[in-house]
RNA sequence: GGAAGCGUGGCCGAGCGGUUGAAGGCAACAGUCUUGAAAACUGUCAUGGGGCGACCCAUCAAGAGUUCGAAUCUCUUCGCUUCCUCCA
């Protein structure tokens, strides 16, 4: 969300950037919803102006004055109360059309319509040669028994699997990296709720309008409510997250911060959930796209300055390409379009590893800046040097997701003997410090 | 399962139909005094919105209602506490 003020005065940046970002939006009729609704309730405080007077006047007036103001009374809240319902309706459209205004992007976004036109920035690491016939990592997975996609699909349905033996260790050696590492540059880790209330995924994005939409939002509605503690189910709807940000921002919400206490650097582990409504058909084989998974992410809150916000992005990205080099995937990075970024994204980046049965590289990450757009939503402020309170930047990152490291892993450090070698960096997280997961048969 | 309460500003807490946006205290901030600190004293001290401004409007958990007028009365929802019981 952004302040109305700055809409009014950046109309023509704003309408730019939803053209570029693909977006529809009717920019001239918030405007016009904008001038009824601040004269509405102008006309409104009017109303409760003379009425406070008049409320002040009764207990003083004397008989026969207070028949006249009474009568003066009752009309003026009979206004009030035609005022009031026709100014709901101009609010609530208002409000409606706020929701989907989208966030500027920053000047050295790319322009372009969809991830065709991201535009790599960056490659790293050499892209193996195998000298043998390779396997996939459905193959690797069923042959070295770690990974069962059949039984998974059998228990949770399509896109279900189940990661076993030298798999579930390597699964949890990856989280474990990933979190002592960011532990290690300062982060302060957490494991939050994933299963919340839709604030804190309206407050962060994750609604593409006001309430939630099953048909758009990549989002898992939990049907039954809580039990509350007289047995009555609760009527409030509860979601589960596609990633730990929602909760880790909304941690903050409607408080207001120090600067002193800025930056807030937070890495969060938690499993996630994803209906994948948008992606009907895409990368249907295999452990590239599934429901559920565990992920690190990183996310920082900082005091509102543009310039600082894109060197901690920067930053940010930079230590996804560190756990990259690390366990030695070959890698690049895109800096992502206008068309392929959601609407409150200013600036954002994707890594991707290399996997050699998709012969080309696969996302396994994101970092976005939102600016103070998600801020304004959750509402979360801070006081600066000067007692001006503002509201903080957000931005977020993936650290490391699980699947699709997974598969980067045993795709790009398969043996010929069917076996799979364990980066260096996660072996010390692994039972008995294994380096190697050889088939089982 | 049974019973009784309670939600007021950063915190504690008064108010229970009309100059109450809200007494009092604590905390915080600024100043006086002091070599410095403490103490004492003086002052400032909720948030959001509108207006160039004097200033105006809203907010006492949230929503709805009664009333000319609601922190105060009624209803609903949410949150919390205590006691008994049960379970561990």
Redesign the pocket.
């Known amino acids: 969300m952004l302040?109305?003020?700055f809409i009014r005065e950046n109309k023509e940046k704003i309408a730019d950037a939803a053209e570029k970002k693909g977006i529809d939006l009717n920019l001239v009729e918030l405007l016009e919803l904008d001038k009824k609704r601040?004269s509405q309730?102008?006309y409104?405080?009017?109303l409760?102006?003379?009425?406070?007077?008049?409320?002040?006047l009764?207990?003083?007036a004397d008989a026969e004055e207070k028949i006249v103001?009474?009568e003066?009374?009752?009309a003026?809240?009979e206004k009030?109360a035609t005022a009031e319902p026709e100014f709901?309706i101009i609010k609530d459209a208002f409000d409606e059309l706020m929701v989907k205004v989208p966030n500027i992007i920053s000047g050295d976004t790319p322009i372009g319509k969809s991830d065709e036109d991201n535009v790599e920035i960056e490659r790293n690491g050499e892209i193996p040669k195998f000298d043998f016939e390779i396997k996939d990592h459905v193959q690797l997975g069923k042959d070295l028994d770690i990974l069962d996609l059949e039984k998974g699909t059998k228990v949770a349905g399509f896109r279900g699997y189940y990661m076993k033996n030298e798999g579930a260790s390597l699964m949890m050696a990856l989280m474990m990296y990933a979190m002592n590492k960011l532990i290690e540059k300062g982060y302060s880790p957490m494991i939050p709720p994933t299963l919340v209330k839709g604030s804190a995924l309206f407050g962060t994005g994750y609604f593409k309008g006001k309430e939630y939409d099953s048909s758009v939002d990549e989002v898992y509605e939990v049907a039954s409510g809580?039990k509350?503690?007289?047995?009555?189910s609760?009527?409030?709807k509860k979601f589960l997250v596609g990633t730990a940000e929602p909760s880790l921002l909304a941690y903050y919400s409607d408080e207001?911060l120090k600067e002193e206490q800025l930056p807030i650097k937070i890495v969060g582990y938690s499993q996630c959930y994803r209906s994948e409504i948008g992606s009907y058909g895409k990368d249907t084989k295999g452990f590239y796209r599934v429901h559920e998974f565990m992920k690190v992410e990183q996310v920082v809150l900082m005091a509102a300055n543009e310039e600082e916000s894109i060197k901690m992005h920067d930053d940010m990205l930079e230590i996804s390409k560190e756990v990259h080099a690390e366990l030695g995937l070959p890698y690049r990075v895109l800096k992502i379009c206008s068309g392929d970024m959601s609407a409150g994204k200013f600036r954002a980046y994707d890594i991707e590893a290399w996997m050699p049965s998709r012969d080309n590289f696969g996302e396994t990450g994101s970092a976005s800046n939102f600016l103070d757009w998600q801020a304004r939503r959750l509402n979360v402020?801070y006081v600066d040097k000067n007692g001006d309170?503002k509201h903080v930047y957000m931005l977020n990152n993936t650290v490391l997701p699980s699947p699709r490291p997974f598969i980067a892993i045993l795709e790009n450090f398969q043996q010929a003997d069917g076996s799979v070698l364990i980066p260096e960096v996660l072996r010390k997280y692994m039972p008995g410090g294994v380096g190697k997961i050889t088939p089982k048969v």
Do not use: C, F, M, R
């Open positions: 302040d109305i003020k601040l309730l102008q409104i405080e009017e409760q102006a003379e009425k406070n007077k008049l409320n002040e009764l207990p003083k103001l009474l003066q009374a009752k003026v809240k009030l709901k809580d509350e503690a007289d047995g009555k609760s009527k409030e207001v402020k309170k």
